[in-house]
């Protein structure tokens, strides 16, 4: 069982390295010079004349939206002894996000469809196309953004998995979790906040700090430590404790 633990720590932290590669690339190499999120006519226009990146960007974003399953699965086969239920859930909230990433990216590839002017919206006007391409891409924000209120859910939960019974470093788990509360605050912040702008900084800089430094412990744990035999996990308890099994 050691060794299948193992093998899934090493899955779960390589394929999370794979998707900050992706995300770098995606969203600040790609999206970040070509999406410019007040002009909708200047976004269809960079789309249209680089539609190749867009395209390697949208394939990005699916890539993610996989590894996402992926991970959701390698992490519940690494701590499902630590608490079966919680892992459980852990892995059901991610594979729910990757499937709303999933529908965002299909706005995106619309999108790209839209700017380069292909069939079927060739007959469309100028204004048109541009008009549809910005809510394309609105369309995309406002799906990932609910998406990633999942996304806070399931770090929420792993990391109170990660801190119980001694599975990982107790900062760790503290700090994956924190990221998910982040994560949702955030979320429900930019549904539910008229004047969101005003805090939008802070709250940027608050769950990309976090994340990013939880999210990359996770991934070097679980390639470096997670699931070898000299990782303590205090027995399970199924039915009765074990001190009144052993009375």
């Known amino acids: 069982m050691?060794?299948?633990?193992?093998?899934?720590?090493?899955?779960?932290?390589?394929?999370?390295?794979?998707?900050?590669?992706?995300?770098?690339?995606?969203?600040?190499?790609?999206?970040?010079?070509?999406?410019?999120?007040?002009?909708?006519?200047?976004?269809?226009?960079?789309?249209?004349?680089?539609?190749?990146?867009?395209?390697?960007?949208?394939?990005?974003?699916?890539?993610i939206a996989a590894l996402d399953v992926v991970i959701a699965w390698a992490?519940?086969?690494?701590?499902?002894?630590?608490?079966?239920?919680?892992?459980?859930l852990a892995a059901w909230l991610r594979v729910a996000y990757g499937a709303v990433l999933t529908v965002a990216v299909g706005f995106l590839h619309v999108g790209g469809m839209v700017a380069a002017g292909g069939e079927p919206f060739g007959g469309l006007s100028t204004d048109d196309r541009h008009g549809l391409v910005g809510l394309s891409l609105a369309a995309f924000d406002a799906i990932w953004l609910v998406g990633l209120a999942l996304f806070g859910l399931h770090l929420?939960?792993?990391?109170?998995?990660?801190?119980?019974?001694?599975?990982?470093?107790?900062?760790?788990?503290a700090l994956?979790?924190?990221a998910g509360a982040l994560y949702l605050a955030d979320t429900l912040a930019q549904l539910g906040l008229a004047d969101y702008e005003a805090i939008a900084p802070a709250m940027l800089v608050a769950v990309a700090a976090a994340?990013?430094?939880?999210?990359?412990?996770?991934?070097?744990?679980?390639?470096?430590?997670?699931?070898r035999t000299n990782v303590h996990l205090d027995p399970p308890q199924v039915g009765i404790p074990l001190a009144q099994a052993r009375g």
């Open 75 to 88: 992490l519940h086969v690494v701590l499902v002894e630590v608490h079966a239920a919680a892992s459980r």
């Open 176 to 178: 994956v979790a924190v």
């Open 156 to 173: 929420l939960v792993l990391g109170a998995v990660l801190a119980s019974r001694r599975a990982a470093p107790r900062a760790l788990g």
């Open 2 to 63: 050691n060794g299948a633990r193992r093998r899934a720590a090493i899955v779960a932290g390589v394929a999370y390295l794979a998707m900050f590669v992706l995300a770098i690339v995606a969203n600040f190499v790609v999206m970040e010079g070509l999406i410019d999120p007040v002009d909708p006519a200047q976004s269809a226009q960079a789309i249209a004349a680089d539609h190749g990146a867009f395209r390697l960007a949208t394939v990005a974003f699916l890539a």
């Open 211 to 227: 994340s990013m430094v939880a999210e990359l412990w996770l991934a070097i744990w679980l390639v470096t430590v997670a699931g």
